[in-house]
């Protein structure tokens, strides 16, 4: 596997469920990000981690959990959604989380409907 | 006021036709400046970043505007391949790599 990883690609599910999103980097970056993107919307930064510390929630709704274990692995943790989270959520790492010299890689993203 | 500002086209041109792409931001302390490309239904990628000077890369030229906080990516001679959405990226000084992206330009060459 190389770049960055992401699962499931599509995930449908109704607003008392509980569902994780996947991320996975194999370019041995330092921080990875979470982004929304709603249709016809600019992407959105949810979360930032940079050597495993979150360093950045934009006033993300606690529906959202995220989580990350290592440099390489990034969850969300989805509960209790609503139907206006229906979105594209992309997963993204750098190298450096702290400089815009490095450039973010994305992930192809996973597909959300909330029924 | 939104922070990063495209028109979100589409525009429709034919093959060999320059087309050009403003942008503006709205954060004077902005630091970095990028155009990223999105295929339809795939994700962001990095097409160039915008320096100071201007900068080239093959058909694509990008141009920044500090004073008037204004970004414009041109592209010459058109092909099939360069139909995508154009994202406008903006990196505001300080904090971390905090990415602020215009909603894009939807750009659709035709034969």
């Known amino acids: 596997e190389t770049g960055v990883t992401q699962t499931p690609r599509h995930l449908v599910m109704g607003m008392t469920n509980k569902k994780s999103l996947k991320c996975e980097q194999h370019?041995?970056?330092?921080?990875m990000y979470w982004y929304k993107q709603s249709a016809k919307k600019p992407l959105e930064l949810m979360f930032v981690y940079n050597f495993k510390e979150q360093t950045e929630n934009n006033s993300v709704p606690s529906r959202f959990s995220p989580e990350c274990p290592n440099s390489s692995h990034l969850f969300l943790h989805l509960h209790t959604l609503q139907p206006e989270d229906s979105a594209l959520y992309l997963c993204?790492?750098?190298?450096?989380?702290?400089?815009?010299?490095?450039?973010?890689?994305f992930g192809p993203g996973t597909r959300l409907t909330v029924t | 006021r939104k922070e990063v500002e495209q028109d979100p086209g589409p525009f429709n041109v034919p093959e060999g036709a320059t087309v050009a792409f403003n942008c503006t931001y709205s954060?004077?302390?902005?630091?970095?400046f990028f155009w990223y490309r999105q295929d339809c239904r795939k994700e962001p990628k990095l097409l160039m970043s915008v320096y100071s000077s201007g900068n080239e890369d093959g058909r694509f030229t990008a141009q920044l505007n500090r004073a008037s906080q204004y970004i414009s990516l041109l592209i010459r001679d058109s092909k099939l391949s360069d139909s995508a959405t154009y994202l406008c990226v903006v990196r505001f000084s300080g904090g971390y790599n905090k990415l602020i992206f215009g909603a894009g330009t939807r750009l659709a060459v035709h034969p």
């Open positions: 993204a790492s750098s190298q450096d989380g702290t400089s815009g010299a490095y450039e973010q890689y």
């Open positions: 370019l041995g970056h330092n921080a």
């Open positions: 954060n004077s302390a902005s630091q970095s």
